[in-house]
């Protein structure tokens, strides 16, 4: 019986491709503001770990977005199925590489979906799977962006704060932003997740409220307690996420992920999730995760608590007497009620129990949001060889629902 493996194109998705575009040049823009600033200034230190994080960020984003090109390329039948002559500039992969290592390849792929996206919305013509495939794509990859870049910048901003001991109002307001902008930066990768999986309920404006605030109140503190201990011992920072990142890369490579189709772009992929997890909790593997999750939880706490007592025990104590015993409250009580938010999530606000789902016989129970990989973003459970087939994200439905009967492609002989 065939079924529905996406949803439908329309007018709004539309809009925040365009709005989208906007976003990323508007980031930019800022970026280079900033930067520029404290290069006239003589903050050439600050203004070298900003460009630096810069082009981090970038380079990480065009290596995924053009090992998934490549990936696409390879799949039987792909161009003439979803119409992927319209990425980029189609079978031309040297200028697509050139592009990619002009650091466009990101730019392209936003007016490549609002190209596929006005037609199909505007001239009704086919290709509406096809459309929502792209937003999806560059969903992730502004996930990826967001913490390769903008949770790094963050840190750095406050930092800059603490350090000079001055901070105007628009400085606070452009905290708040920032950090509001992760947060809702991770709502929407999780909104856009469950709207991909037809075995999941969709994520209400309810229940997306609360996973909002509970992911603001993690990563507030998280971002706080990094910034409050790099102003205390500026020197070991590095020395600080060079070690835990180490850690999780390791862990991540224990968890065997297989998110990507070669070995080069699955270490790029780990070494990301490590850099995530040194801001945030992200799943990564296939199975229940409430046990990785305490784990987690458990060891960023700890993490935390250290951080704050050696900013506690080494601060200039002159410059922070007026803030100091207040952070040292509020930081710990507002990661505390965070994880109470996200349990509370689960027990009352998750989809799956304020609207029961009505499913076929076969299909998979609906999972917490906590134990959706990063790979089952662009799952396609088997559709018939008219509609897209991404072998990786089958593969790894295969792995991830391991004792349910998940649909496979006819056609596929793996």
């Not at 790094?152 to 800059?160: K, N, S």
């Not at 509370?344 to 998979?364: I, Q, S, T």
Request: charged letters at 15%.
């Amino acid at each position: 019986m065939e079924r529905e493996t996406f949803s439908k194109y329309s007018w709004i998705d539309f809009v925040f491709s365009v709005i989208g575009v906007f976003t990323f040049l508007a980031d930019w823009g800022s970026d280079v503001w900033v930067a520029t600033e404290f290069y006239c200034r003589g903050h050439f230190f600050w203004f070298g770990v900003l460009i630096g994080l810069m082009v981090l960020s970038s380079v990480v984003v065009q290596m995924f977005s053009w090992f998934w090109l490549t990936y696409d390329r390879e799949l039987p039948g792909f161009s003439a199925q979803t119409g992927a002559e319209t990425v980029l500039f189609g079978d031309r992969m040297k200028l697509s590489f050139l592009l990619h290592v002009l650091q466009l390849g990101f730019l392209c792929r936003h007016i490549s979906a609002i190209r596929q996206g006005f037609k199909v919305w505007w001239r009704k013509e086919e290709g509406s799977e096809y459309a929502v495939y792209l937003t999806h794509d560059l969903s992730l990859l502004r996930l990826i962006e967001t913490f390769c870049e903008s949770a790094p910048q963050l840190t750095l901003m406050i930092y800059v704060m603490l350090r000079t001991n001055k901070a105007r109002t628009v400085q606070f307001v452009s905290v708040a932003a920032s950090t509001t902008s992760i947060a809702w930066m991770v709502v929407d990768y999780h909104r856009s997740l469950r709207s991909f999986l037809i075995h999941k309920d969709k994520q209400g404006w309810g229940s997306s409220l609360i996973y909002f605030l509970w992911n603001l109140l993690l990563i507030a503190p998280r971002v706080a307690a990094l910034a409050l201990f790099s102003s205390a011992l500026p020197g070991y920072i590095a020395a600080h996420f060079l070690m835990l990142w180490s850690v999780f890369v390791v862990w991540a490579w224990q968890q065997r992920t297989d998110f990507m189709d070669s070995v080069g772009g699955e270490w790029l992929y780990r070494a990301t999730v490590g850099l995530i997890w040194y801001f945030s909790w992200f799943n990564v593997a296939e199975g229940r995760t409430r046990g990785r999750s305490l784990i987690y939880h458990s060891f960023m706490t700890t993490d935390g608590v250290i951080l704050l007592v050696t900013w506690w025990c080494y601060r200039d104590l002159v410059q922070t007497e007026a803030y100091a015993l207040a952070l040292l409250i509020a930081l710990p009580l507002s990661y505390l009620l965070g994880l109470l938010l996200k349990t509370l999530y689960y027990c009352c606000f998750h989809p799956k129990l304020l609207r029961p789902p009505a499913r076929e016989p076969g299909l998979p129970d609906d999972l917490p949001d906590s134990e959706v990989s990063f790979k089952d973003f662009s799952i396609q459970d088997g559709a018939p060889s008219s509609r897209l087939a991404n072998k990786r994200m089958a593969c790894h439905a295969t792995n991830f629902y391991t004792e349910q009967r998940v649909l496979r492609n006819p056609h596929d002989t793996n």
